[in-house]
């Protein structure tokens, strides 16, 4: 089974606020990747961090890692209508992807 | 720009026919990957290759077989064994190394009719 485990399954959003994204995993990692999914297209890498980091940001989004308990967030700030999408969280080589989170933000 | 590009698009097939995916990428990235996606739900990986002439079965490899003739290309084929074959496919590639992402195709849709 894959390492990491997106939560929550479904998330539903006024545009302009903020969405937070969670994501578990089992085992110590490198390194955990983040990415989207508009519906009917391919996965696009958003970002990527390092073990040895604990937050990074890349325009609005914003991920952090805690190793201590194996998990890390991804938080879009000011959602717009074009950030509905699934969100997936990845680690290292796994090579697998959980469920994701469906987000969707309304006008 | 490099890439990695999927086709065709759509796809659609008859029952009892053997089917061939495209996937080729000009990154020099030596590993490659087939995933199959169902409606709302993640992805499932079919089978992976780290290297030109070498792959591994994934989770679901039943009713698929691929090959890996060249860095570039790692063409999936859907036999008549698979017997649910209508999903949306993905390949995908990764640069060897720690610390690097994976790279997406667009997919295919499959349809069998």
């Known amino acids: 089974s894959q390492q990491g485990e997106e939560d929550p399954q479904a998330l539903s959003i006024q545009e302009g606020e903020n969405a937070t994204m969670n994501c578990s995993y089992k085992?110590?990692?490198?390194?955990l990747q983040w990415y989207r999914q508009n519906s009917g297209r391919g996965l696009v890498h958003l970002i990527l961090i390092r073990s040895n980091e604990r937050e990074k940001h890349s325009g609005r989004l914003r991920v952090t890692l805690d190793t201590s308990k194996k998990s890390s967030s991804l938080l879009i700030t000011a959602s717009r209508a074009a950030d509905t999408a699934s969100y997936f969280c990845a680690t290292d080589d796994d090579m697998r992807f959980g469920a994701g989170t469906r987000l969707t933000v309304k006008p | 720009d490099g890439g990695i590009t999927q086709s065709p698009k759509y796809l659609f097939r008859k029952e009892g026919q053997n089917v061939t995916l495209s996937c080729e990428q000009n990154l020099n990235h030596d590993a490659m990957y087939w995933y199959r996606q169902d409606p709302g739900q993640g992805l499932r990986l079919i089978y992976y290759s780290q290297i030109v002439n070498d792959f591994q079965k994934g989770d679901i490899a039943e009713g698929y077989s691929v090959s890996r003739e060249k860095k570039e290309s790692f063409p999936l084929t859907v036999t008549s064994a698979q017997k649910n074959p209508t999903a949306f496919y993905l390949c995908?590639?990764?640069?060897?190394?720690?610390?690097?992402?994976?790279?997406f195709g667009s997919g295919t849709r499959l349809t069998v009719v």
């Open positions: 085992t110590s990692i490198n390194n």
């Open positions: 995908a590639s990764k640069r060897s190394g720690p610390n690097y992402g994976y790279t």
